[in-house]
């Protein structure tokens, strides 16, 4: 879940800071040079295309994956929001930044890869630990393993292509998963994780992790 406010917030920083670079680039256009009355509607209109392509490696930057989907969708939103808001209010900048930011939120939630994807219950091959489940929501699986002696390690299965995880990573066909672990835990430990990761169903009733080849 706190993976999904950053990516929330991460849209929204990146959409108000887009179009907000994108409104003073417009502002300065008729200081640099005379501009017609036919140039400044060309300038209104190319704002949004011109927000959201700016939007593009700033949602990149900020880890929201994919980059692509997520600036379209937002000045789709955006456009309509806009138009929405127009017919009550008017253009001011702080109900104005307000659309925007709530719109690339939005839109980076939606794009979020595999909400309510049917996660495979993969888990390591790895003596002397016990899994236990964290919490399960629609695409996100959390468990802990823990050692008979020694510190645990967090694991964390997300759908494929999720970016902006923390930790080490698995890039699989059917998940990504992120294993975070202290550095008391031994590096051979993190790589049997990470070698041995399969689906093991039984493993989340309870059994012992070392028994599921």
Request: aromatic residues 8%; glycine residues 10%; proline residues 8%.
């Amino acid at each position: 879940m706190l993976l999904i406010v950053r990516r929330t917030a991460a849209g929204a920083a990146a959409g108000v800071l887009a179009f907000g670079l994108v409104l003073v680039a417009t502002g300065l256009v008729p200081h640099l040079s005379p501009v017609t009355v036919y140039g400044l509607f060309t300038l209104v209109y190319a704002a949004l295309p011109a927000g959201a392509l700016l939007a593009w490696p700033l949602l990149w930057a900020f880890r929201v994956r994919p980059a692509g989907y997520a600036a379209v969708l937002g000045l789709l939103i955006v456009m309509v929001a806009g138009y929405l808001y127009l017919q009550v209010g008017d253009l001011e900048i702080l109900p104005s930044a307000l659309v925007v930011a709530g719109a690339y939120a939005v839109a980076a939630l939606l794009t979020a890869p595999g909400l309510g994807w049917r996660l495979p219950l993969l888990a390591p091959d790895l003596a002397d630990h016990t899994l236990e489940v964290v919490d399960v929501s629609p695409g996100f699986l959390h468990y802990r393993l823990v050692a008979a002696t020694g510190p645990a390690v967090e694991v964390t299965i997300w759908p494929p292509g999720f970016g902006g995880l923390e930790g080490r990573i698995v890039e699989r066909r059917d998940a990504t998963v992120a294993i975070i672990a202290g550095p008391d835990v031994p590096e051979s430990v993190i790589e049997t994780i990470m070698s041995t990761l399969a689906p093991r169903p039984r493993l989340f009733r309870g059994d012992s992790v070392g028994e599921g080849r």
